[in-house]
């Protein structure tokens, strides 16, 4: 499924968040949006998902989900927005349960991406019992259980010390590259936007447009520091004066 | 030169020492009970323990023990229940919704500080002195505590999960359901266990009009009649029943908050 | 500047130079009539006593204030509570105050205009019926045992419901929530005139007794009896004044001047008070035997400790009892 973002601008009364971005999300690729704090990049994550209605401009999706999707555009968030009296299991179901689906295909399911995430001896651990990472992999199942066709990741690791995150990364790329699923991946670190994604978006803030779109055009198996080195420096030099500006705001 | 390197960490931390507790206690009931054998003080000022320990034993070998407990125990369940639900409701539709928060939290704010006590006359002249002026000052203490603790319980419930929950297409009764009232639920316990004493500082303003029997009625009787053994007696069972419902709504927490 | 000093002069001089400082705790009502005269005639002055007047909102108190040290004298109506208190040895009556007199409007049995209705048209239509009451153990739950045991019904077959407070009495009635009350003339007679509720009988024809009394504590008696013997000379004397105002009524001037002053001290019209005003026998007597008549009658119902002694209770030295 592809998602296209048409001339989408975003406020806030007088506050101007995002100005007229247009861009595609192709088909099978995962798109990275960077960019300082401040650029609206999880307003138009919101956006994407039909979580805000935006000031200005549409968003379309074109092609068809996947066979047994329940949710074609499913997120997966930042501090992982598990509800913490339900389970591991109970989690994953929480986001089934209300959807035409027999208890022995509900019970299927989330045996499947259980075992897929690695969670299967935690099916009855409660969330609080869990490790940050492990949390992550609860959303992910969460996620996957609902077969969607667009992930929309907002910060997804920013929680995550830089073990757990290097660990999920792989993680991810594994699972990604069985299933292939359009993804916008946004992040503000650069690093998780080069091994991830097929291209990247730079947005500028106050108010966030589209500053530039990187294509990062090494094969995902090649993506060591080194080869990844140019590239990193050019999204670098592009937000850095941003970045320092942002850092030495009030909030 | 090596020397060990000073401790000096240690200190400002409690433990519970429950030996500590049970001598403290019992060491106030001995010197309670030496004042008032010797008889420096006179028991019409310092009722000795012994006393109210008789005057409890007589009260339960007579009935009347029960007789009131039940009487002040039907109150406060029928208060407790009918306030509580009330404010639940109320307190949902604050948290939720825009319109009613408006309406409604200036004149819950309003009418939360006024003490029940000094409506008493008013509902005598609305529900009677029988039982529903009692259980309705009962319901009425109940009410604002547990409205406003719901209301604030649902504030608290994090945002992210319910757009979590929208994300998924659940839909809104389920989100109420199965996201705002669980997350709320800390809040609402809390709510319950100040209810629930508020409910038993009412019973005895509820059983000043008109009652014969009830936990409160009988301290009021004792304090007309200016028996000190029977009125204290009866505080304690007031705070027996105080220690019974903080114990409930403990039990109550560890099972349905276990999460936390 | 000059006349002032005077005056304050002037004022000194008239208090004897070594008056003792006593206390009394008392109810602004009519029936402490005569401690207000006694205070404002200077009886009690001339007896070498500066009384400070304590007020309270009902007998309870009035009786706790003089156990708890905060008034040396208390006077007002006698309760179950208050023998109780006298029990355990922490008062005695030493003179009378108020009686229920045939002939004297204090205390009017009340029927709802409801009940009225229903045929309860006389003292004797009290049995079976609901009793609206300020507390357990007060002078309106004896009246009725009094009612019920000179018209032969058992009172443990009506339903007594107490309402802590007058004006609680009067809602209830009004509303007909209560059946039957007794209330003091100064509610009663309005309400009669508003027809909220009916008088159907006078506690005072119905059942004469000795409502009030002149208190103190024992330690007083002990340590301090020169004093007691001389606030209990003033006392009587303002009896007397009561006594020559509103009983005998020979002096016209005497009655006038003894209304002004109830009036200023009980913040009252004069007309109510007038309406309302209760026997005080003329020497401050007291019936012994009402007394022990009433604890017997308190323990009967379980209100009153087993222990408690009339005998004990009163002191018939100061004044002579009337029996």
Not at chain 3, 112 to 130: H, I, L, M, Q, T
Not at chain 3, 150 to 169: E, T
Request: contains cysteine; aromatic residues 8%; proline residues 5%.
């Amino acid at each position: 499924m592809r998602l296209i973002v048409e001339r989408v601008s975003h406020g806030y009364g007088a506050l101007e968040v995002l100005d007229d971005i247009s861009l595609t999300v192709e088909e099978g690729e995962i798109l990275a949006i960077i960019g300082p704090s401040g650029c609206g990049k999880s307003t138009l994550l919101g956006i994407l998902g039909g979580l805000l209605k935006p000031s200005k401009g549409r968003v379309l999706t074109d092609g068809s989900a996947p066979e047994g999707s329940l949710n074609p555009i499913t997120y997966i968030f930042q501090d992982f927005a598990l509800l913490p009296w339900r389970s591991v299991a109970g989690n994953v179901a929480f986001a089934l349960e209300h959807r035409r689906l027999g208890a022995r295909e509900r019970e299927a399911r989330i045996d499947e991406v259980l075992a897929k995430i690695g969670l299967r001896d935690f099916a009855s651990a409660l969330p609080r019992q869990l490790s940050g990472g492990m949390r992550q992999r609860v959303g992910i199942a969460r996620a996957l259980a609902v077969r969607p066709a667009i992930l929309l990741l907002d910060e997804p690791l920013s929680a995550l010390d830089a073990q757990t995150r290097e660990i999920l990364i792989e993680e991810f790329l594994a699972l990604w590259l069985a299933h292939r699923t359009t993804a916008v991946y946004v992040t503000h670190n650069l690093d998780e936007a080069l091994r991830l994604a097929d291209r990247v978006c730079v947005l500028s803030r106050r108010p966030g447009r589209i500053r530039e779109m990187v294509a990062v055009d090494v094969g995902r198996q090649d993506r060591t520091p080194a080869r990844l080195a140019p590239l990193r420096e050019r999204l670098w030099r592009s937000i850095q004066d941003e970045a320092r500006a942002a850092d030495r705001e009030y909030v | 030169m090596s020397e060990p390197l000073r401790f000096r960490g240690g200190g400002f931390v409690t433990r519970p020492k429950p030996i500590s507790s049970c001598l403290a206690g019992l060491a106030v009931v001995a010197i309670w009970q030496a004042v008032a054998s010797a008889g420096w003080v006179s028991p019409v000022f310092l009722p000795s323990p012994a006393g109210i320990a008789r005057a409890l034993a007589e009260m339960a070998l007579s009935g009347q023990l029960w007789r009131h407990l039940a009487a002040s125990l039907q109150r406060i369940l029928l208060g407790f229940a009918l306030g509580s639900a009330a404010g639940l409701a109320f307190g949902l539709a604050l948290g939720l919704l825009s319109h009613a928060r408006a309406a409604g939290l200036p004149i819950v704010s309003a009418l939360f500080p006024i003490p029940k006590i000094a409506l008493l006359p008013l509902f005598i002249l609305w529900f009677g002195i029988g039982e529903p002026s009692k259980v309705a000052t009962i319901a009425l203490g109940v009410f604002f505590p547990m409205a406003i603790a719901t209301y604030s319980g649902v504030d608290q419930v994090p945002r992210t999960l319910i757009r979590m929950a929208q994300s998924f297409d659940v839909p809104t009764h389920a989100v109420v359901a199965k996201v705002i009232l669980p997350g709320a639920l800390p809040g609402i316990l809390s709510g319950v266990r100040i209810s629930a004493s508020i409910a038993l500082i009412l019973v005895v303003a509820a059983e000043m009009i008109g009652a014969e029997f009830g936990v409160g009625a009988f301290i009021l009787t004792a304090g007309n009649l200016m028996r000190t053994e029977d009125l204290l007696a009866g505080v304690c069972l007031l705070s027996i029943l105080g220690l019974a419902v903080g114990f409930l709504v403990s039990l109550a927490e560890r099972r349905l908050l276990a999460w936390r | 500047m000059k006349l002032l000093s005077i005056a304050a002069a002037v004022a000194l001089l008239a208090t004897p130079a070594m008056a003792e400082k006593t206390s009394l705790s008392v109810l602004k009502l009519a029936s402490s009539g005569p401690v207000f005269l006694a205070q404002d005639l200077g009886h009690f002055a001339a007896e070498g006593l500066e009384v400070e007047l304590k007020f309270f909102a009902a007998a309870q108190p009035v009786a706790v204030a003089v156990v708890s040290g905060d008034a040396e004298f208390g006077v007002t109506g006698l309760t179950a509570g208050f023998y109780n208190l006298a029990g355990k040895g922490a008062l005695k009556i030493i003179a009378g105050q108020s009686r229920e007199q045939p002939g004297y409007k204090l205390s009017a049995y009340m029927v709802s205009n409801k009940a009225w209705e229903a045929g309860v048209r006389s003292p004797a239509d009290f049995a079976g019926r609901s009793f609206g009451m300020t507390q357990v153990g007060s002078t309106f739950h004896y009246m009725v045992g009094l009612l019920a045991e000179k018209r032969g019904f058992d009172v443990a077959k009506m339903r007594l419901v107490p309402l802590q407070s007058i004006p609680n009495m009067v809602s209830a009635l009004q509303g007909g929530q209560v059946d039957t009350a007794i209330l003091p003339s100064t509610v009663a007679v309005p309400m009669a005139d508003r027809n909220d509720a009916k008088i159907v009988g006078w506690a005072g024809d119905e059942t004469p007794w000795q409502l009030g009394a002149l208190f103190t504590s024992p330690k007083m008696i002990d340590t301090k009896r020169a004093t007691v013997e001389r606030f209990v000379r003033a006392y009587k004397k303002g009896v007397a004044a009561y006594d020559l105002a509103f009983q005998k009524k020979t002096d016209q001037a005497a009655t006038d001047k003894a209304l002004d002053i109830l009036a200023k001290y009980t913040e009252q019209q004069k007309g109510a008070i007038a309406a309302g005003l209760p026997y005080i026998e003329p020497e401050a007597r007291f019936s012994a035997k009402d007394i022990a008549k009433q604890v017997a009658y308190w323990q009967a119902q379980k209100q009153a400790d087993a222990s408690v002694d009339a005998k004990e209770i009163v002191v018939t030295t100061f004044v002579p009892s009337l029996d």
